[in-house]
């Protein structure tokens, strides 16, 4: 009997302790001007409901089923696409390369560490000649990182701008290029030929499209994501305006099949247009959201003699509408929209503010 009494007041004792806690924990988060400095204050009016950047999603929208692409063999852990005319695109559902085979020999396009992996299996799967050459699209090591693996002593070609980058990296796996360019190059290898050319930088410098002629197919890596949102802000796109010049470019050009480097399929001329009219819906989302959003709306007495708080208060409003804008005709039509939208909006209204 005691001792079910002492019970007792010990649950009384810490569901006190548990209530003020989590009083403690909800004031915290609401607006109170008697708030520590830094913390989170009450919510921005007419908050998007897509979680921003650095706060826990719960559940991610679903990923539409044309983004999704066919299902990869779990045993394999590789999906081979034929392309036609001995070419083939390789991909883990992640990432992409492709490998185009000729009388002698094998000349891969880029060699992402995840796929580099199954590279000589799927090789295998087509032919049994080596590989003679390997092309980097460019110098990230997502894409070109497992080239060492692939072990050999193959050609390696690049844009110069690749060799630079490279030199400077110092990545034991990413051999340098023996072979560049600058403007276009031509490899013709036994009756196969791929057409290299440069389109200036908008992913990042040296990023070049690959083109197979006789197979109609252009590969151009971190510029177009069939079927989904682009990764964040615009694939961190080191020239926003170059790279929207460069969707536009590959929209217009006469391919059949585009490899992108990235997601589980390849991509068509509608997937092109699909992100081109996003891309035109979010720029003017984020050009009306800066020309309607006020200065310092909202923001506390105490901080108007800071720049850098009356700039994160106004900029923060602009994506928040631009977010809200574009959630309801894009969030169920690109994979991943609620996962990037914040950032896409971000690096929109910077890049229609300064450059
Ligand atoms: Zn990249």
Redesign the pocket.
């Known amino acids: 009997m005691k001792s079910t009494r002492r019970t007792r007041s010990w649950l009384v004792v810490l569901f006190v302790v548990c209530t003020c806690a989590f009083v403690r924990g909800t004031h915290a988060q609401s607006a109170d001007p008697t708030d520590e400095p830094g913390t989170a204050g009450e919510p921005y009016p007419h908050m998007p409901s897509i979680a921003p950047i650095g706060v826990r999603t719960g559940k991610y929208l679903d990923v539409p089923a044309a983004s999704r692409g066919p299902v990869i063999d779990p045993a394999k852990g590789y999906r081979l696409q034929d392309l036609g005319g001995g070419l083939y695109m390789i991909t883990d559902n992640a990432v992409q390369s492709m490998f185009l085979v000729y009388d002698r020999g094998v000349v891969v396009v880029d060699a992402p560490p995840s796929v580099a992996a199954h590279l000589p299996a799927a090789i295998a799967e087509v032919t049994n000649k080596p590989i003679t050459h390997i092309i980097y ?4 090591a ?2 070109i990182g497992g080239t060492k693996t692939l072990g050999g002593h193959p050609i390696i070609l690049a844009h110069q701008e690749t060799l630079r980058l490279l030199k400077r990296a110092g990545d034991p796996n990413r051999p340098l290029p023996t072979i560049t360019f600058a403007g276009k190059y031509t490899l013709r290898v036994g009756n196969q030929v791929l057409e290299l050319s440069y389109h200036g930088n908008a ?2 410098p040296g ?1 070049i499209f690959i083109y197979a002629p006789a197979q109609r197919v252009l590969m151009v ?2 510029v177009v994501f069939p079927g989904w949102m682009p990764w964040r802000r615009f ?2 796109a080191q020239d926003i305006p170059g790279y929207f010049a460069q969707v536009e470019e590959i929209r217009k050009m006469d391919w059949d099949t585009l490899v992108g ?1 990235h997601v589980a399929r390849t991509g068509t001329h509608a997937d092109v247009d699909t992100q081109a009219e996003f891309m035109s819906d979010l720029k003017q989302a984020a050009k009306t959201a800066l020309g309607t959003t006020q200065l310092g709306v909202g923001l506390s007495e105490s901080d108007r003699a800071n720049p850098w708080a009356i700039f994160d208060n106004y900029i923060d409003r602009v994506a928040g509408q631009c977010v809200n804008v574009l959630t309801p005709k894009w969030s169920h039509r690109l994979g991943g929209f609620d996962v990037y939208i914040w950032d896409q909006c971000y690096a929109m209204e910077q890049s229609l503010r300064i450059e």
């Open positions: 699209s460019h110098s990230h997502d894409h992913h990042e990023n890596v971190d694939a961190l480097g």
